[in-house]
């Protein structure tokens, strides 16, 4: 039985202290690279995104599960709920590629009764999406864009529902600005904007292992704890819901444009 235990335990350790350390090379080690080499443009995108590789290897359903504490399911039900309930034939803008089954949940809400567009950044996550749709037979009605989501090539008021998904905390603070003013942009007058997001929690405990987890791997990600521009939209053109989850660890945000015409808010 030992002969069997010990090296049974032996991998299950090696394993549990590679996963942690291949995700830091993944992602904040990619940006004291970028930074000590004076890399020049997108230099806050993590190597996880990036290569073909890394992408495949990471893009597993339990490893998104895990690093949102096993509440994936329920907040991507929570973020694609008011875009999935109305089947009328609307557009909906997915703003950057996610792992997980956030795109192909997605797509099957809309794939044949609306229009579902996805832009990223990277040319590899777009690629990326596009096969996994197709393999799951959803990539029908879905269009794919490459492009910077600061200035994204779309006109005003083009889509009835925007979403991301944890999209922000991956962004230095100005970005963060632009990106979500963006989103606002392209929404049509009554459109919805939803993101979920890492939020400040409400215990102690979960604020240390937030910070402990942001300063290891995400180092914009702890922003997510004050950063709240809604707060500043007007209240006569925004409606704006804004709902905690995990005792305050996420957010779900949700914000619908109303009226005809409506100015772009100064952020």
Known sequence: MTEFLTPLLAALTATFLAVPLVFFIATRASLVVYSMAGQPGNR????????????????????????LLFQYHRLVRLVLGPA???????????????????????AACYHRIGQVFVFDIMASEVRHASRKLAAHRVREGCAFFQGDAAAMPF???????????????ELPGAMKDRVFAECLRVLKPGGVFVYGEFHKPESSLATLWGNLYFWIFEPYA??????????????????????????GYFQVVRLERMGETLPMPAL
């Open 155 to 169: 006109p005003a008021g083009t889509f009835d529902y925007v979403v991301n998904f944890f999209l922000f905390h």
């Open 44 to 67: 806050h995108i993590y190597w996880i995104y990036r290569s073909p590789l890394l992408i495949w290897l990471f893009d597993r359903q339990f490893i998104s599960s895990l690093i």
């Open 222 to 247: 702890r922003e997510m704890w004050t950063w709240y521009p809604a707060a500043h939209l007007d209240p006569a053109i925004w409606r704006v819901e804004r709902r905690t989850v995990l005792g």
């Open 84 to 106: 999935c309930a109305d089947k009328q034939g609307k557009r909906i803008l997915q703003v950057s590629c996610v792992f997980g089954d956030f795109t192909r949940r997605l």
